[in-house]
């Protein structure tokens, strides 16, 4: 019994081992950030999409293409523009000429790809936009009648910028409920600032040796370790009252779904494995709970004449509970 309890406290040992490297290896490029690195990486161990939203220039790119190098993930960016149409992003039919005559073969988009960066997501047009959400949410493309597998592991980073929304598609309620999370990336205090300047200023190509972490099969068995740590009774009842809190709260138009709850539950489970422990505490829950509910709540107008965020609602319900 005590060796099996030594072997089970030795896996969690070795992904938190792991999932530490990975951070650290990415702050050999990317400086600052944390919060937003953590949390990126915890959807990526619950096999969810990120909705980021930052200002112009504050490294979406660099993080996402970094992440990536480091967990050993084939890396593909989307940028979206109004005429981007939904086959350049899932690929289309092209004719072949060969020996046998004329034949129809499917040419794969930016989307077949491990980790993709879908930079200004409310730039595209909502036909394009659902051809995205289709890949997040099925796994898969379809092109004529045919549908695609994408590989796993697969996630998307998608990122809005929170100024100059004119001309602009904002998602819908029903599609931002398919991001795991939303972050918010914002401006560098100044000491991270000035290492940034000096770090990018003073090589003309400034790309440290990263080492690959893990491997895309490590990774997927890193996902199906992180839903099997423990969570007590009371603390996922917790999980699920602070969702059903935003139901019936008098700040909000709108609350949050059962996806909410079993979204909370799971960045809490992978919040635990990173912070080093084989359990899920109320601290793991709250800590979630912003990310993971901002983008699906609605405030309705006596919030907003009060000047509320989503971020202000939600803390008072996590006090609350």
């Known amino acids: 019994m005590k060796l099996k309890a030594r072997d089970e406290a030795g896996k969690y040992d070795r992904a938190n081992e792991k999932l530490n490297q990975v951070i650290e290896e990415t702050g050999k490029v990317i400086v600052g950030q944390d919060e937003v690195l953590k949390n990126t990486l915890i959807s990526i161990l619950c096999d969810g999409n ?6 112009p220039g504050l490294g979406k790119t660099k993080m996402t293409r970094t992440l ?23 690929g289309t039919q092209i004719i ?18 491990n980790m993709v960066l879908a930079d200004e997501i409310n730039r595209a047009t909502p036909k394009t936009q659902a051809a995205l959400l289709e890949a997040m949410e099925e796994k898969q493309v379809t092109a004529g009648n045919t549908s695609y597998e994408l590989e796993k592991p697969f996630f998307v980073i998608a990122t809005q910028n929170p100024i100059d929304q004119e001309g602009t598609y904002p998602l819908p309620e029903a599609q931002t409920d398919r991001f795991l999370m939303k972050l918010r990336l914002d401006y560098p205090p100044r000491e991270d600032e000035e290492e940034i300047v000096d770090r990018f200023t003073s090589e003309l190509d400034y790309s440290p040796k990263l080492e690959t972490v893990l491997s895309k099969p490590s990774l997927i068995k890193l996902q199906e370790f992180t839903r099997s740590v423990p969570i007590a009774d009371d603390i996922r009842e917790r999980a699920v009252e602070i969702v059903a809190e935003t ?12 996806r909410a709850s079993m979204s909370l539950v799971l960045t809490s489970k992978a919040n635990a494995l990173i912070e080093g422990r084989n359990y899920v505490s109320a601290r793991d829950i709250d800590s979630m709970a912003k990310p993971v509910l901002r983008h699906r709540i609605g405030l ?4 907003e004449k009060e000047g509320l965020s989503t971020d202000d609602v939600v803390e008072e319900i996590i006090s609350n509970v």
């Open 50 to 55: 990120v909705l980021l939203e930052s200002y």
């Open 68 to 90: 990536s190098e480091v967990l050993g993930l084939e890396f593909s960016r989307i940028q979206n523009t109004p005429d981007l149409m939904p086959t350049d992003i899932t």
């Open 96 to 113: 072949n000429d060969n020996a046998d005559g004329k034949e129809f073969k499917f040419q794969e988009g930016p989307i077949f790809a």
């Open 247 to 258: 139901r019936k709260n008098d700040k909000l138009d709108f609350g949050a779904s059962p």
């Open 300 to 303: 309705n107008f006596k919030a």
